[in-house]
């Protein structure tokens, strides 16, 4: 079965350089960088990917580096985002570790508690707008990064993972400050490279406020 987490990269990488090339050949005009910072929280317990088996939630503040590509029909902008999340994680189903893992009543023990760690992220992406009206604009965007996490969970090993999130959101710019909310859902794994990878879900909402850079 083919690695879908490295297909996705490797897919995501081709928009992205694409994307690049696309804007060089059809806008060589200047844009100027905006910076800004976001503010969010996230929860893994919400209806839509409620998981029985574990509780995870964070709150994080996500640094924003933005260069818009004027191209002739789309408004696209690529994405830096270093990001650091505080979040708890508790598994919520003892029975997910199985009695025949080395040492299982221990770690039902330590994963059962509910523990505070943080996760350091840095996402790249790529973000398509739609003017609603002249100030306000909608947009979607896709990101993808690498994370280093402070624990190892039942879920997922500590160290080194990938970031993924998608999202949805309002941007309204009043002269050279830009007010932004957006919903998220993240995507936590390690695409296979140590054990375990569960991987981990979350819904968010964010906001936060850019500044268009002269």
């Not at 990488?13 to 800004?36: N, R, Y």
């Not at 029975?95 to 893992?101: G, L």
Request: aromatic residues 12%; contains cysteine.
């Amino acid at each position: 079965m083919p690695n879908l987490k490295l297909l996705f990269f490797k897919d995501f990488l081709s928009c992205f350089v694409f994307s690049i090339g696309l804007a060089q050949e059809t806008d060589k005009s200047k844009t100027p960088w905006q910076i800004g910072l976001n503010y969010g929280q996230t929860y893994q317990t919400k209806n839509l990917i409620a998981d029985q088996d574990y509780y995870y939630s964070n709150y994080y503040f996500k640094g924003q580096l933005e260069k818009p590509l004027k191209l002739k029909k789309l408004k696209l902008a690529l994405l830096l985002e270093p990001s650091i999340y505080i979040g708890e994680y508790q598994l919520l189903n003892k029975w997910y570790i199985k009695p025949s893992e080395p040492d299982y009543l221990e770690k039902r023990a330590l994963q059962t508690t509910l523990r505070s760690y943080n996760e350091y992220a840095v996402n790249v992406g790529l973000k398509l707008a739609l003017p609603i009206i002249k100030p306000l604009d909608i947009y979607i965007l896709a990101s993808v990064g690498p994370m280093i996490t402070t624990i190892e969970t039942d879920r997922l090993n500590n160290g080194f993972a990938f970031s993924d999130i998608l999202g949805v959101g309002f941007n309204y710019k009043i002269n050279t400050l830009i007010f932004d909310i957006r919903a998220t859902a993240r995507h936590n794994s390690n695409a296979n490279l140590s054990s375990p990878n569960g991987g981990v879900n979350s819904l968010g909402l964010e906001t936060g406020l850019k500044i268009v850079l002269n």
